[in-house]
């Protein structure tokens, strides 16, 4: 099998169809979803909520009373449990695996919808993966009857 020479007009053609191709990708990237601008999701791991809170600002996560005594609850972007004595805990909700969000907890367990890891709804510990870290801890606090971040 020969191969034709490159001319002149091949090369010029090309260059074209690829200058075309790559301002349409352009454009349409520029204009997708994916170049939104993003929530601060700066954890240790890349994945799940930041701080939440700037200069004294205090982020209120749920109600104390949403939270039943041994239970997890998913609200704003955390997995928020309360132990049996009424001490507040929170891990984020974003995957580790890829940024999804997880899904609401079931007996216990989060599963994340994109490519099935499974998570531990009260310590993030990973069951089984695609994921390989677990959900990241975040601080949060009891102010009066709302569940803060910091």
Avoid: W
């Avoid at 930041?50 to 239970?71: E, I, K, L, Y």
């Avoid at 990241?136 to 971040?149: E, F, L, S, Y």
């Amino acid at each position: 099998m020969s191969v034709p020479p490159l001319t002149r007009r091949s090369l010029l053609s090309g260059s074209a169809f690829a200058a075309v191709g790559g301002i349409a990708g352009f454009v349409l990237a520029r204009h997708s979803s994916a170049a939104e601008a993003k929530p601060d999701t700066s954890a240790a791991n890349a994945y799940g909520p930041g701080s939440g809170s700037a200069a004294g600002h205090v982020t209120v996560v749920t109600g104390v009373d949403r939270v039943p005594p041994g239970g997890t609850v998913l609200a704003a972007g955390l997995l928020v449990t309360r132990d049996s004595a009424g001490a507040v805990h929170a891990v984020s909700a974003t995957c580790t695996h890829q940024g999804c969000s997880v899904a609401k907890p079931v007996a216990g367990v989060v599963t994340c919808p994109c490519h099935g890891s499974r998570f531990n709804a009260v310590t993030g510990a990973v069951i089984n993966g695609p994921a390989n870290h677990p959900l990241p801890a975040v601080p949060v606090r009891v102010v009066g009857t709302q569940i803060v971040r910091g």
